[in-house]
């Protein structure tokens, strides 16, 4: 089975702040995929970045980074310099997919609110 | 512009009323889903559907029932059998290809906060 794990379950900070959203994830499958979703407050789920199993290079988009780790089973995401914009619901998933399926399941995290304060 | 469409965005059901919630993409995806999100518990999984004419139950199934007569749409309805249905609903919708590598991103309708008056 597989699990994501969110234990920040709220975070504020300062506009213009750095934060880091942390996201532990467990799956005995070898081959698995990881997702940053945003949920802004009018509640649709906007995709941020996929990653695979099989890619750990970190990569960073503008203001926002992922640290993925599979030593620790990690894909940390951080916001530089953050700003009220930012301010949402952010949810970590995981996905395996079905052997010669080509489709899958997602997993998600329980999510982390992040208020950003002006 | 393609995407998916959940309607209606707000809907209020009495005791014991069975009502539907509506998902339509034109994204030509193969696989579509149904999430119920409540404070605090993240997204659980209803009902997915790989294929036209085929569905399966997922964590949280008991007191739904789901249709998938053509690929665009995935309608959701929520019978009396769910006790307690107060929640934001979201649809989402991915291409599945072939092989374990043409895994792509899920897209999120708007959801339909369902709410028992």
């Known amino acids: 089975a597989q699990k994501v794990t969110q234990a920040q379950t709220e975070i504020s900070v300062v506009e213009k702040e750095d934060v880091t959203l942390d996201c532990v994830y467990e799956?005995?499958?070898?081959?698995?995929?990881l997702f940053w979703y945003k949920q802004p407050p009018s509640g649709e789920l906007v995709f941020l970045i996929r990653?695979?199993?099989?890619?750990?290079q970190n990569e960073i988009s503008g203001r926002y980074s992922w640290n993925f780790q599979k030593s620790t089973s990690s894909f940390n995401f951080t916001i530089t310099a953050s700003q009220v914009v930012d301010s949402a619901v952010y949810f970590c998933a995981l996905s395996v997919p079905y052997s010669g399926a080509g489709s899958y399941q997602l997993t998600f995290g329980k999510g982390t609110k992040l208020s950003v304060i002006p | 512009d393609g995407g998916i469409t959940q309607s209606p965005k707000y809907l209020f059901r009495k005791e014991g009323q069975n009502v539907t919630l509506s998902c339509e993409q034109n994204l030509n995806h193969d696989a579509m889903y149904w999430y119920r999100q409540d404070p605090g518990q993240g997204l659980r999984l209803i009902y997915y559907?790989?294929?036209?004419?085929?569905?399966q139950k997922g964590d949280i199934a008991e007191g739904y029932s789901v249709s998938r007569e053509k690929k665009e749409s995935f309608p959701l309805t929520v019978t009396s059998a769910q006790k307690n249905p107060t929640a934001f609903y979201l649809c989402?919708?991915?291409?599945?290809?072939?092989?374990?590598?043409?895994?792509?991103?899920?897209?999120f309708g708007q959801g339909t906060r369902l709410t028992v008056v």
């Open positions: 990653r695979n199993s099989f890619d750990e």
């Open positions: 989402a919708s991915v291409l599945a290809g072939t092989g374990v590598f043409s895994v792509t991103e899920a897209f």
């Open positions: 799956t005995r499958d070898t081959t698995y995929y």
């Open positions: 559907s790989q294929i036209v004419n085929d569905f």
